[in-house]
């Protein structure tokens, strides 16, 4: 029979696990939210995904140096972790409620970020019918959105060779 509201797990060193993890600030590995980092090139609109155990500035660092070009124009957010990358950077502050921003004065909105935002979207509801996924698996799963949203298909090759790396 299973437990009643109230009474303690069975095993206290194992709890059960909290649906949506609904802790503040950003995840980490140790605390059962690994963060995904991603970068979507403009255009080539080729998207690089890894789940990394933390965002500090040396590993958002790693990142954009491994995937993007050097003369690459980072168009992020105003949180402080972007701040020290290695690229010309362009930021627009959503908490002014700013979501595009005309740099030049040309009357276009160049600098934004909603190519990333609808590349999240995408790979919140890759995920979302799996219903979980543990994070010692996460990477692999987030490999096939990956590879699913540069070339929009799942071929059995691609799975042999998934299967083959773990």
């Given at each position: ?36 980092v991603g970068t979507v090139g403009r255009e080539s609109g ?77 790979v919140r509801n890759f995920l979302r019918p ?37």
């Amino acid at each position: 029979m299973r437990g009643k509201k109230g009474e303690n797990h069975r095993d206290p060193l194992d709890p059960p696990r909290r649906r949506a993890n609904k802790q503040k600030g950003h995840g980490t590995y140790a605390n059962d939210r690994p963060p995904i980092v991603g970068t979507v090139g403009r255009e080539s609109g080729q998207v690089r995904l890894r789940m990394v155990k933390q965002t500090n500035r040396k590993t958002l660092e790693q990142h954009v140096a491994q995937f993007t070009r050097s003369d690459a124009v980072a168009n992020t957010d105003e949180w402080q972790g972007y701040n020290q990358i290695a690229r010309w950077h362009v930021t627009v502050n959503h908490g002014d409620h700013q979501w595009a921003r005309d740099a030049d004065g040309d009357g276009i909105c160049e600098v934004h970020i909603n190519t990333t935002e609808g590349m999240w979207t995408g790979v919140r509801n890759f995920l979302r019918p799996f219903r979980g996924v543990h994070k010692a698996r996460l990477s692999g799963y987030v490999a096939m959105c990956e590879h699913r949203i540069n070339h929009k298909i799942i071929t059995p090759e691609f799975i042999a060779a998934l299967t083959r790396c773990t």
